[in-house]
């Protein structure tokens, strides 16, 4: 008799077993949710999945994620970076970092790169709704995970692991508080074709007020694409999402200069608002954070999902080493995670925010600095390595 197929997870009914207890109840089944419960998973833990409200916004996701060296090597180990199709994942073997020009003068550069590092590339630029839906796929499939119904209640669980999202309703309900530097500005997120081949080169300017960084990505042209990510004064950033597609182009134009050659609007527009954001506590009795529902950094260095999945390997990593008689409950268990967490995520919000406010001054003087500076980093070959080093470990 032949052995039955095993239906994946998505498709079984909301068994008693679920019914009964689990082990953790992963609440939001974004990026960093749904990682986290195929690492728990994979450590033999029943983990029950809630998906996030479905959004209401049916638009294109556009979005695209600098995945660093550690987030790669997770996705390895979920089994998910190898069924990526082809195009979805593109390497980025240098980058390209203008300061703002002035007074008919360049602005500083500094540049970066995989063979500087003795890497073999300095990151992955990634399609956000691709590895989503290989991760549900994974999910899908995965023997100790099961995907909750929308209207399925909560099963009981030991542990719950709140990977909603800056906006989590669970962290507001626990009352952690949430202390939130909103920037005033927005991110716009688009995709883009160039007339010129991009050649696995990152590109950012920084031109108080803005950020603007080029994404070299090979859909829907291979070799000739980015994935636009440009942080602006919200004010900016509705007058440029109001434009047609010829005159945001001409836009991009006159902030890049033509660097990277003709560029060309190819997507629908998405924004979202940016802050610096901690929660105040990060793990308690039977719960813990992770992802941008215990942090959130400006998009600059391009470093906020690589922390969330930083989290989720640590936490994975913390429980799979825990003391026999310790319960994956118990509090001391879970501060070892955010202790282990908390100066990372810390520095990285310092960092980003440092550098926002740096370039954000309009004085001539403070942009005559911030030039210089950037020109003597790029001549200091140990202080980039150090640099590189610290965003490829996130």
């Given at each position: 008799m032949p052995a039955a197929r095993a239906t994946p997870s998505a498709e079984r009914p909301y068994n008693r077993k679920v019914m009964k207890q689990v082990d953790v109840l992963v609440r939001g089944a974004g990026i960093v949710g749904q990682s986290l419960a195929l690492a728990l998973g994979r450590l033999g833990l029943s983990v029950a999945l809630r998906p996030d409200p479905p959004r209401a916004d049916a638009s294109p996701d556009v979005r695209a994620y600098a995945l660093n060296a550690g987030s790669v090597n997770l996705m390895r180990t979920l089994k998910v970076w190898d069924e990526l199709p082809a195009g979805a994942a593109t390497p980025v073997y240098d980058m390209h970092?203008?300061?703002?020009?002035?007074?008919?003068?360049?602005?500083?550069?500094?540049?970066?790169?995989?063979?500087?590092?003795?890497?073999?590339?300095?990151?992955?630029?990634?399609?956000?709704?691709?590895?989503?839906?290989?991760?549900?796929?994974?999910?899908?499939?995965?023997?100790?995970?099961?995907?909750?119904?929308?209207?399925?209640?909560?099963?009981p669980a030991a542990l719950t692991a709140l990977c909603e999202g800056k906006a989590s309703a669970s962290r507001e309900a626990l009352g952690v508080v949430f202390d939130r530097q909103d920037y005033g500005h927005s991110?716009?997120?688009?995709?883009?074709?160039?007339?010129?081949?991009?050649?696995?080169?990152?590109?950012?300017?920084?031109?108080?007020?803005?950020?603007?960084?080029?994404?070299?990505?090979?859909?829907?042209?291979?070799?000739?694409?980015?994935?636009l990510v440009w942080?602006?004064?919200?004010?900016?950033?509705?007058?440029?999402?109001?434009?047609?597609?010829?005159?945001?182009?001409?836009?991009?134009?006159?902030?890049?200069g033509g660097a990277a050659g003709e560029l060309a609007l190819v997507s629908e527009r998405a924004a979202w608002p940016l802050m610096l954001a901690r929660a105040s506590a990060w793990s308690g009795p039977g719960w813990v954070l992770l992802g941008d529902a215990a942090?959130?950094?400006?998009?600059?260095?391009?470093?906020?999902?690589?922390?969330?999945?930083?989290?989720?390997?640590?936490?994975?990593?913390?429980?799979a080493e825990r003391e026999p008689w310790r319960t994956i409950a118990d509090p001391k268990l879970l501060r070892r995670y955010a202790r282990e967490r908390a100066?990372?995520?810390?520095?990285?919000?310092?960092?980003?925010?440092?550098?926002?406010?740096?370039?954000?001054?309009?004085?001539?003087?403070?942009?005559?600095?911030?030039?210089?500076g950037l020109t003597l980093v790029n001549s200091l070959s140990p202080v980039k390595r150090w640099l590189t080093a610290r965003a490829l470990d996130a």
């Open positions: 970092v203008q300061g703002d020009a002035h007074d008919g003068r360049a602005g500083g550069t500094i540049a970066f790169s995989a063979w500087e590092q003795q890497v073999g590339e300095l990151a992955w630029i990634v399609d956000a709704a691709v590895l989503e839906r290989e991760l549900a796929n994974a999910v899908r499939f995965a023997p100790h995970v099961d995907r909750l119904a929308p209207n399925q209640p909560d099963p991110a716009i997120a688009a995709r883009l074709t160039t007339t010129q081949p991009h050649q696995g080169i990152a590109r950012q300017w920084f031109r108080s007020p803005d950020v603007l960084a080029l994404l070299p990505f090979d859909t829907p042209q291979a070799g000739s694409s980015y994935a942080s602006l004064p919200r004010e900016r950033a509705q007058a440029l999402l109001a434009l047609g597609a010829p005159a945001f182009d001409a836009e991009l134009a006159q902030a890049t942090h959130v950094v400006h998009p600059l260095a391009g470093q906020g999902l690589n922390l969330g999945l930083a989290d989720v390997a640590t936490l994975a990593r913390v429980l100066l990372p995520t810390w520095a990285m919000g310092q960092l980003t925010d440092g550098l926002l406010q740096l370039f954000a001054q309009p004085t001539p003087l403070v942009r005559e600095l911030r030039n210089r």
